[in-house]
């Protein structure tokens, strides 16, 4: 079946560090891939998606480059600020219809000033 | 921007008691889905629906589970008799159309059954 694992967590940043993600995934045929972000308290907001290999996504910062040689989809960022703190979770759908989407474990990052 | 608005933000209920999660999906999606995330676990996929009935649904959404959508903007989920184990936050979304649109999500409804 579809999966998707994820760097496990907590991580722990200063910063102006860069970032990075680990996402990998299973998949039967050509999946969407997206990164959700849930800040604390909140519930899950898109963050940046790709539809298809090559395709890069990209939002406040962050970037994605979706990878069908090595079914990857790291999330970086250049500098994050304390503000990035929060848990992202790495996503991807195949369905046509039904969407059911299928989410990673989610990583915790922490960022200290 | 449109968002998709659940209530309450936090329940609390007895074991064994029925609860209903309310959900206003974004007005022109046309696919609605429930997941949960048990505190500090995964995201879950439990049901989507589209057309008015249940298009998928995962082994957690079993007889205690129901949805509806009574109206032409709510979307409701039904626990008929709460355990324990279904303390956790759960998430509606919806999305415009079946392509792999993105999920729209809620910001949730914590669910604490006592």
């Known amino acids: 079946g579809n999966s998707v694992t994820q760097m496990e967590g907590p991580v722990t940043l200063s910063e102006e560090a860069f970032l990075t993600i680990n996402c990998t995934y299973t998949a039967t045929g050509y999946p969407s891939l997206f990164w959700y972000v849930q800040y604390p308290g909140e519930g899950l907001q898109l963050l940046l998606k790709?539809?298809?290999?090559?395709d890069k996504g990209s939002n406040k910062g962050f970037e994605a480059t979706y990878r069908k040689e090595t079914t990857s989809f790291h999330l970086e960022k250049g500098s994050v600020q304390v503000s990035d703190s929060a848990v992202y979770f790495c996503a991807l759908s195949t369905d046509n219809y039904g969407q059911n989407f299928v989410f990673g474990p989610g990583t915790r990052l922490s960022v200290l000033p | 921007e449109p968002e998709v608005t659940q209530t309450p933000s936090h329940q609390v209920t007895q074991m064994g008691q029925e609860v209903i999660l309310r959900c206003v999906p974004i007005s022109n999606h046309l696919y609605f889905y429930w997941y949960r995330q048990i505190l500090g676990q995964k995201v879950e996929f439990l049901v989507s629906f589209y057309n008015n009935e249940i298009s998928e649904k995962s082994e957690i959404f079993d007889d205690q589970f129901s949805v509806e959508r009574p109206d032409g903007s709510n979307f409701t989920l039904k626990i008929r008799s709460t355990k324990l184990e279904d303390s956790a936050m759960y998430f509606c979304a919806s999305s415009r159309q079946g392509d792999n649109s993105p999920l729209h999500f809620g910001n949730g409804t914590r669910l604490t059954v006592t």
């Open positions: 790709a539809t298809k290999a090559d």
